[in-house]
């Protein structure tokens, strides 16, 4: 009988939760609100009722927690998220193993996500590379011989912060230049304010603040709307370059797109790759490969309970 595993993939807006099988198949999923305002504590008995409920049809040999921020995944805790405000320094999987006497893992979601796609997504036959999510911001995983690379101290693969012009617009994180502030939503919407403040026609220039986003960007590139694409030209440059820097430094086989802003890809990849070959030193580009990820939203959630698979199968 194959061992089944809980995976919960945590948002500032929802949580989404599933059963996974050791083929990486999720078998029942679900989602409830995260409703970060009523704190910690009222959190995690949400996620204990949820995992009784769960229980209560499948036998679960063990659970993965993805979450937004700072994760400490070597001992358990929860540092800190900037979408779950009073979230600070919890001690996770100590308090989810004694409500649920099972096993835990908990890790940052953009790893779990990467964990997913490279372990049963887009990137299955690969041993090293690095998932790219683009959404509000940038989130990134860092896979090397096929498991997650966390660094000393648990935050390797901030690709989202590495710089590609010192003195470049401020970026969430309060310094100037990320590659954020160019391919996260903030940095799309300023690129394009740029071309319509330079005259550039558009049918977006008389959109309010509120009705632009990416995806109406996306909406109007698919109309032929010519400032529309260059904007998702001009986000490809950029993370091509962030991604040059990324394989000069580790060469690793591939990089997988993923996230909300990857529904653009079709405008977004033919200067991503011009980019990223002009950039990167000729070894280092040689036999890359670039793609987009395969799971979608689910790969997260998979990549939960595939990682307390393999910490129960490490034990």
Not at 27 to 46: H, I
Not at 48 to 68: A, L, T, W, Y
Not at 214 to 223: G, H, T
């Amino acid at each position: 009988m194959t061992d089944l595993f809980l995976g919960f993939d945590v948002g500032g807006t929802d949580v989404k939760s599933g059963v996974v099988n050791e083929a990486g198949q999720i078998l029942r999923e679900n989602k409830f609100a995260t409703m970060p305002e009523q704190g910690p504590d009222m959190f995690l008995k949400r996620i204990k009722k949820e995992i009784d409920n769960f229980r209560n049809e499948f036998d679960i040999s063990g659970i993965g927690i993805g979450m937004p921020g700072l994760v400490d995944n070597k001992n358990g805790f929860y540092k800190f998220g900037p979408n779950l405000p009073g979230f600070k320094n919890i001690k996770m999987v100590e308090i989810l193993e004694k409500l649920s006497g099972l096993p835990v893992n908990l890790d940052n979601d953009a790893n779990m996500a990467a964990l997913g796609e490279f372990s049963y997504g887009a990137a299955r036959n690969f041993n090293s590379g690095m998932l790219i999510t683009l959404g509000t911001g940038v989130g990134s995983g860092l896979i090397l011989g096929k498991e997650v690379f966390h660094g000393v101290s648990g935050a390797a693969g901030e690709f989202g912060h590495t710089i590609i012009k010192f003195d470049g617009p401020v970026c969430s994180c309060g310094r100037q230049g990320c590659i954020e502030a160019f391919a996260g939503t903030a940095g799309i919407l300023r690129i394009l304010q740029e071309k319509i403040e330079a005259g550039e026609d558009s049918e977006l220039k008389d959109l309010s603040s509120q009705e632009r986003t990416p995806k109406s960007i996306y909406d109007a590139a698919k109309r032929g709307d010519s400032v529309a694409a260059a904007v998702f030209a001009d986000v490809g440059m950029y993370l091509g370059i962030a991604m040059a820097n990324t394989s000069n430094l580790l060469n690793i086989e591939c990089f997988v797109i993923g996230g909300g802003v990857a529904g653009a890809w079709d405008f977004i990849v033919k200067s991503l790759k011009y980019s990223f070959m002009q950039h990167a030193l000729g070894p280092n580009a040689e036999g890359v490969e670039i793609f987009p990820a395969e799971l979608s939203n689910k790969a997260g959630l998979i990549g939960a309970a595939e990682s307390v698979k393999r910490k129960i199968q490490n034990i």
